[in-house]
């Protein structure tokens, strides 16, 4: 059974910084590209950041990038997301996505004074 766990998120001043991470299981997770993608309250989906199976490439939504880095360690099969700097727009359940749209549970950044 394909299962990914995200872990990470919380409630963060504006300027902060938070790690998320996805625990992948079930699949062969060095054949997968992998992506975040986010909801926030009332919006639809949006894609945050894609990585590609070996991490030799990667794509950010204009909106992060230079404040979120996606990275993955496929030894362990776990994805992350650095996010530095955050807004308060960034808040929203982020998901943790296999390239076939498989996605986990989410976890919910708050960013908020």
């Known amino acids: 059974e394909v299962q990914l766990v995200e872990s990470g998120g919380g409630l963060v001043q504006p300027g902060g910084s938070l790690r998320l991470s996805c625990a992948a299981s079930?699949?062969?997770?060095?054949?997968?590209?992998m992506s975040w993608v986010r909801q926030a309250p009332g919006k639809g989906l949006e894609r945050v950041s894609t990585i590609e199976s070996d991490g030799s490439t990667t794509r950010y939504a204009d909106s992060v990038k230079g404040r979120f880095t996606i990275s993955r360690d496929n030894a362990k099969n776990t994805l992350y997301l650095q996010m530095n700097s955050l807004k308060p727009r960034d808040t929203a359940v982020y998901y943790c996505v296999k390239s076939d749209g498989v996605r986990g549970k989410g976890t919910l950044v708050n960013v908020s004074s």
């Open positions: 079930g699949f062969t997770f060095i054949n997968y590209a």
